[in-house]
């Protein structure tokens, strides 16, 4: 199993022999991810990290990232069970400033002072695809369902203002 963080020398080795490894990580030991899905019943993130040789000398890992989080719904405030099912490719640089410099637009990632980690980058890959504001599919494992005061049908909450205006337009005193 490859340690948590990988080194410049192991990276260059690893994507040299196209070596693949399949890492778990539990969502409760990722502390950004924690933060906004239940840790402790989200359970694990499954992850395949395939290195290979890239363009301009460099290295990449593709991301295959596997799981579920159980999240909260804004709209009923209930558990949303959220699955994970995705997939990055990365191009491996020595600095951010060297990302700038690829002649293909493709992600890229920087290993920091002591490496590259895995698990940082894993999480960073889940919380960009995580929704702003998840929802149940409509009509789906919502509890809300209109009872919880959440209105049935969409939410206008400027629907009477044009009124408003014409009245206050018909009217220059103001009801005085």
Known sequence: MLAGVIGSAEIAELAGRHAEQRLAWRVADLARLA????????GELAVRAAFRPAD????RVDLDIHGSLVLTCQRCL????????????????????DAGGLREPIDAVAPGPEGLSLAEITEDEVLAALPLAPLHAAGIGCTAG??????????????????????????PVGGR
């Open 35 to 42: 933060a906004v899905a239940d840790g402790q019943r989200s």
């Open 56 to 59: 301009e000398g460099l290295a």
């Open 78 to 97: 209930g558990d949303l069970v959220w699955p994970v099912d995705l997939s990055a490719s990365l191009c491996i640089v020595a600095s951010d400033e």
């Open 146 to 171: 209109g009872s919880a005061g959440v209105p049935d049908g969409p939410n206008r909450p400027l629907a009477g203002l044009a009124a408003l205006l014409k009245k206050d337009a018909d009217d």
